[in-house]
């Protein structure tokens, strides 16, 4: 029994045209993939069904009893160069016979194995028919198997003037290196892109393993007789069944060789790369599977196909820093390091002559490999693979005259100077991401800053800290940056790449604020929250009504003021709130001189959204002020007393922060002057109110689940000398909210510590300018 594991298929140019020779055919369909943007070449599909046989129905293959479950009977079809087979669903252990008519000829029955795979329909690889035009095949089993909806997939790939000589990529032999072999990409061998998204999203990005631990040796059989220039047509052809009716995310082999020594690049991802294919099933993770464009049991193996071979895999192998002999154990199965497929599945690819000849390969490798590289050196002092960098991820290559690899923990270079720098794992990610050759040589080893690292290139920086991706900053924020280093050292490390706001405008986030580049390509500083968890002051200034943000600091003051919105004339209150939509941003609500309340959401990039009205007729209140939620749906309250000096109390739609479901809570708060809160003061389970009278005394008020108070007591006096007072929150990281107040007399800002039992500790001025803001929240 011959075995395809990978069928080589020829394609010439055919135009389907068929007629039934029996009526043995379920049905035949025929489909063209439609051309993408790009115009890949056509490959013309057509299927054949095949029915259930009967279950007495017998063949004997390699002297051995078959029992047939489904056939198809001689049938004209269209040319065709591929041929596959696949079904729904299958129970026990089947192989597919198998034979095609050349003219007037049908070609002798040969045999197909089952190719198992990780996802899609079951079936077999693709071989290589050699222009056929009609097929006859049976599915088989020895031990009760059956199949359901199985069909023959006919490939007719279509032949382009370019197949004849595919433009091939090759790289500079370097001395002391194994260099890259001429290899004909994807886009030179014609694959139509498109084709990967056909089984799901996810198959658009690649699949990375966490490195090359070996090879896996394939042959694709079928015919031999194909021509060099018919080899970019059956790499098509294979890709289109593998993807169109195997359903897998792409071809399945990671490179193919055909006879004549061509090397044509596989799964998309980059040859660099440890991409995980679907060649070996287990043996897929941390392996490069390699097809051999041949039937090994019926032809020897070209001295061209044996040069290629060795030199890609000794490529693949040198610059991942593996040998070419030994063992590996992978699958929990021990297997050399170059195996061939059979020697991790019951199968007989590579077929007779490539199984044969392995020892050999494993020999010409180990002397195409190059002595150990300054990397490797560098590497192996570091600890090798048990070391802080860890396995090899993308392999050694050139670099601006210098060279690169890059390791699960890390990367390390080797500049055009003789230099080796090296790059944490994230901040290698990013500058690899973005193209090392754009960013140029990294100008030394990242240093440290802001509670993280900065790599500087001639064209950009990567920032890094624990708690964040790493980030690119580039023209023209960073050349912004550069000359405003105060600023720079100010706005600390960016949190998160340079994006474009919903009206196209730049914009980066930094740890302590973001840049947004204006219409006329100015800068702004923009902030809308801080990482440090301290509070902060938003206020409404009292002479350009513009909307600032004004920073907690780690030595309880406030920091320099950043303007982050204009047009606030026509505020007459604002009040900071928690998160009520999930994105983990505070909000603001403000109220207008008509007497409306509006909700301004915070955004990603700094600042608030456009304002949304969530009420009108709240012209009439006195007081307000936002409390942390009561009635344990997460979501805050708003507590305000009315002209009829009633207490009242609103809660807040979690669809969009719509005010709902008034009630009246307390009366005769006629003699309250001043309303906010703390949270928790005198120790009860919900928030608590504090209040200011008339005589200057502080009174906390417990609250119950309805917003009734359940509880008063004074906690403080001599507050008639301050004329607003609120709590951003935590001003000194210890987990409380505290307390400020602005002082009618200075106008400035004083802080109040809420020392956690019922009384206060006062830390003097927070912020010296306080006058110069009529809102404050």
């Known amino acids: ?153 006919l490939i007719d790939p279509e032949q382009v003037p370019s197949d004849a000589a595919p433009a091939q990529v090759t790289t500079q032999a370097v001395s002391g290196y194994t260099p890259r072999p001429a290899v004909i990409t994807r886009a030179a061998w014609g694959a139509d892109e498109s084709l990967l998204s056909t089984n799901g999203a996810d198959c658009v990005p690649p699949d990375y393993d966490t490195t090359t631990k070996a090879v896996i040796v394939h042959h694709t059989a079928g015919s031999n007789s194909y021509t060099k220039d018919q080899s970019a047509s059956i790499v098509r052809g294979i890709y289109r069944f593998h993807v169109l009716d195997r359903g897998w995310c792409d071809i399945g082999y990671n490179a193919l060789v055909d006879k004549y020594g061509q090397i044509f690049e596989g799964r998309h991802g980059g040859l660099e790369y440890p991409v995980h294919g679907a060649h070996a099933t287990l043996w897929n993770t941390d392996t490069f599977g390699v097809s051999v464009m041949m039937d090994s049991n019926t032809a020897a193996v070209t001295a061209a196909t044996k040069s290629s071979l060795t030199r890609i895999i000794a490529w693949k192998l040198a610059n991942n820093y593996r040998p070419a002999q030994g063992q590996v154990t992978l699958a929990g199965k021990q297997i050399n390091i170059i195996s061939g497929h059979g020697d991790v599945m019951q199968t007989e690819c590579p077929g007779t002559n490539l199984r044969a000849y392995l020892p050999t390969l494993r020999t010409q490798v180990a002397a195409a490999l190059s002595t150990t590289t300054r990397l490797q050196s560098r590497w192996q002092q570091l600890g090798g693979e048990s070391g802080s960098l860890g396995p090899v991820f993308v392999l050694e290559r050139d670099l601006m005259g210098g060279r690169v690899v890059d390791f699960k923990g890390g990367t390390l270079f080797l500049t055009s100077g003789g230099q080796i720098l090296q790059l944490n794992a994230p901040m290698a990610a990013r500058a690899r991401a973005a193209g090392y050759a754009e960013l140029g040589w990294m100008q030394g080893n990242p240093v440290a800053r802001s509670g993280g690292l900065v790599a500087t290139f001639p064209n950009g920086e990567v920032h890094w800290t624990s708690s964040t991706a790493a980030a690119l900053v580039t023209p023209p924020v960073l050349t912004w940056l550069n000359g405003h280093p105060t600023l720079k050292t100010q706005l600390g490390l960016a949190v998160g790449d340079q994006t474009r706001t919903s009206s ?99 955004v990603p990039t700094g600042g608030y959204a456009a304002g949304e009205k969530i009420g009108r007729g709240w012209g009439s209140i006195r007081l307000m002020v936002i409390v942390n939620d009561l009635n344990g749906d997460r979501l805050p309250e708003l507590m305000a007393v009315d002209a009829r000096q009633n207490l009242i109390r609103y809660s807040f739609n979690p669809k969009g922060g719509y005010l709902t479901g008034a009630s009246v809570v307390g009366k005769n708060w006629d003699n309250m002057r001043m309303l906010t809160t703390v949270d928790q003061f005198i120790g009860d389970p919900t928030p608590d109110l504090l209040a200011v009278d008339k005589y200057g005394r502080l009174f906390a008020y417990a609250l119950n689940s309805g917003g009734n108070t359940t509880e008063s007591k004074q906690v403080g006096h001599g507050w008639g000398g301050m004329n607003q007072m609120w709590s951003t929150g935590d001003l000194n990281g210890d987990g409380r909210r505290d307390l400020l107040g602005r002082s009618s007399g200075t106008g400035q800002i004083l802080g109040y510590l809420n020392a956690g039992n019922q009384s206060w500790q006062g830390t003097g001025v927070w912020y010296a300018q306080g006058s110069g803001y009529r809102l404050l929240a």
Request: charged content about 20%; glycine content about 10%.
């Open 504 to 602: 196209g405008a730049l914009v980066q986030q930094f740890q302590n604020g973001a840049l947004l580049q204006k219409s006329d390509g100015s800068f702004q500083l923009v902030t809308a929250r801080f990482p440090d968890k301290l509070g902060d002051v938003v206020a409404v200034d009292a002479a350009q009504n513009k909307l600032w943000w004004i920073p907690g600091q780690a030595d309880v003051s406030g920091g320099k003021p950043l303007e982050i919105g204009r047009g606030w004339a026509t505020t007459t209150w604002i009040s900071q709130m928690g998160d009520i939509n999930g994105d983990g941003l505070t909000e603001l609500v403000a109220r207008r001189d008509d007497g409306s309340l509006w909700l301004y959401r915070s």
């Open 1 to 153: 029994m011959t075995h395809e594991c990978e069928q080589p298929m020829r394609y010439g140019r055919h135009v389907l045209a068929a007629t039934a020779m029996t009526a043995m055919v379920a049905s035949i369909s025929l489909t063209a993939t439609a051309p993408p943007a790009e115009a890949a070449p056509r490959v013309d599909t057509e299927h054949v069904s095949l029915s259930p046989a009967t279950s007495s129905k017998k063949v004997t293959v390699d002297q051995k009893a078959y029992t047939v479950v489904a056939e198809m009977g001689q049938t004209a079809t269209r040319p065709f160069d591929l041929v596959g087979f696949t079904w729904s669903s299958q129970t026990g252990k089947l192989a597919v016979q198998y034979r095609v008519l050349h003219g007037s000829t049908w070609s002798a029955w040969d045999v197909l194995e089952v190719d198992s795979s990780e996802r899609g329909r079951p079936g077999t690889d693709p071989v290589y028919t050699e222009q056929a035009s009609g097929v006859e095949a049976r599915v088989i089993t020895t031990d009760g198997g059956s199949v359901t909806d199985a069909k023959a997939t």
